[in-house]
């Protein structure tokens, strides 16, 4: 693989100046080498794309852009004009190019275009044929400054499930193709947060595209739900989707501290050997993130709290046993053993909370803390409702604990999630 990296390219409040300069030094210390510039909240990547960054804005991202260079990382700026972008027009022809001008100026070298996320026309081939022209004539302007380095390009059909009718079929895909070979093509997978991402899916795409893909990796991503943040391994890709891919880009959760894990085993991953284990590479990483905790955090609570908050498709081994015994307990207030179970996942997690609280790094602290204290609170409601049913009394009421999105979610209870 030639690019490892991250993408700020998620929906939420981007990331600020401080925690960008922590990720440029995770990076440096892990060799990954791309930084992809999309957060989507960002005002003038994407909802007003054809406006100048305010001067403050502006001097902050050209201080990113110069820690990145030192630091040996790619500093990619990626716009988003597909919402609006009429290329027949003049006037938004020359914004296009006056904005990564504008770019130029800060010392960018490397660009994107994102056309994901936006409307699918009628005649895709048509549009996959403008968002080609509208690449290459970006291009065309960067060379003639002189600057052709990295070019990503983000389609609109990004991932295996939105290909019509089919990636291998695709008159979309077909026409992305088009691209020329020095346009890395950016890729999700089967799905757009893929579980699994196999040798043979990306095989398929690059023998559509004429290239390998770029893997747009939302294994980690959490900004469609506040309900979960993952912390788990990088999974569900073996060492064999290495070769067939032109590099790996993650974006990750929107709370910044906890992406430590899942990025510390990505590099892991980009590293590792034809052996390389998820298992255990997780197991390195908390291992490494583990002194951010406080110097009382414990390894095992750590642990339970990782398989807690894991990967968007299930728990964790530790979450799965928790889980059982909660259900047991439901069933039979009785259950000794699920009753001790989940006592001790309470003071795992109550033992974490108090060492973030004692410790020094108050972000990891304020992006856990919700998460913390929310399952504190649940099961401190399970273990008062057994030991009140084992004692012939009622449960307590609680109404203040939910508002309407947890009473809808409980709507979906019984159905298998994905």
């Known amino acids: 693989m030639q690019l490892l990296g991250v993408i700020e390219g998620f929906y939420g409040r981007p990331w600020t100046a401080f925690q960008r300069s922590r990720l440029l030094g995770w990076m440096q210390g892990w060799s990954m080498n791309t930084y992809l510039y999309a ?9 007003r794309w054809r406006e100048a960054y305010p001067e403050t804005e502006r001097l902050s991202l050209g201080e990113l852009v110069k820690a990145a260079q030192q630091r040996g990382v790619h500093f990619v700026y990626a716009l988003a004009p597909g919402l609006d972008l009429n290329w027949q027009d003049e006037a938004d022809r020359a914004a296009l190019l ?53 070019f990503l390009f983000c389609p609109t059909e990004y991932c295996g499930e939105m290909a019509q009718p089919s990636v291998a079929e695709s008159p979309y895909l077909r026409e992305v193709a088009r691209l020329d070979g020095g346009t890395e093509v950016l890729w999700t997978g089967p799905l757009i947060v893929s579980p699994h991402i196999s040798a043979e899916s990306v095989r398929e795409v690059a023998q559509v595209l004429g290239r390998k893909p770029l893997i747009w990796d939302n294994l980690h991503v959490s900004d469609y739900t506040i309900h979960r943040l993952h912390l788990g391994p990088y999974g569900g890709r073996l060492p064999e989707l290495r070769g067939e891919v032109s590099g790996i880009l993650s974006n990750p959760n929107t709370p910044f501290e906890p992406n430590f894990a899942g990025l510390h085993s990505l590099a892991d991953y980009a590293a590792g050997g034809a052996e390389w284990d998820a298992e ?112 012939g ?4 009421a609680r109404p203040y604990r939910g508002g309407l999105a947890d009473k809808l979610l409980e709507l979906g209870r019984g159905r298998e999630l994905s």
């Open 280 to 391: 255990e590479s997780g197991e390195r990483a908390l291992k490494a993130w583990l002194p951010e905790f406080g110097p009382g955090a414990e390894l095992g609570d750590l642990r339970l709290l990782a398989d807690t908050l894991f990967l968007p498709h299930r728990l964790g081994p530790r979450a799965e046993m928790l889980l059982r015994a909660a259900e047991q307990l439901t069933l039979d207030s009785g259950q000794a053993d699920a009753l001790a179970q989940l006592q001790a996942g309470r003071a795992a997690y109550r033992r974490l909370l108090s060492a973030l609280e004692k410790g020094s790094n108050r972000e990891l602290l304020f992006d856990l803390h919700p998460y913390l204290v929310d399952l504190n609170e649940e099961l401190t409601r399970l273990i008062r409702d057994a030991q009140d049913a084992a004692s």
């Open 393 to 396: 009394n009622a449960p307590s």
């Open 39 to 47: 957060p989507k909240d960002d005002l003038y990547h994407r909802a």
């Open 98 to 150: 006056s904005k990564m001008d504008s770019m130029v100026s800060l010392g960018v070298r490397d660009f994107a275009l994102l056309f994901d996320d936006i409307p699918n026309q009628a005649d895709r081939a048509a549009q996959a044929a403008e968002q080609v022209d509208i690449t290459h004539t970006l291009r065309q302007h960067l060379r003639a400054q002189g600057i052709d380095g990295l």
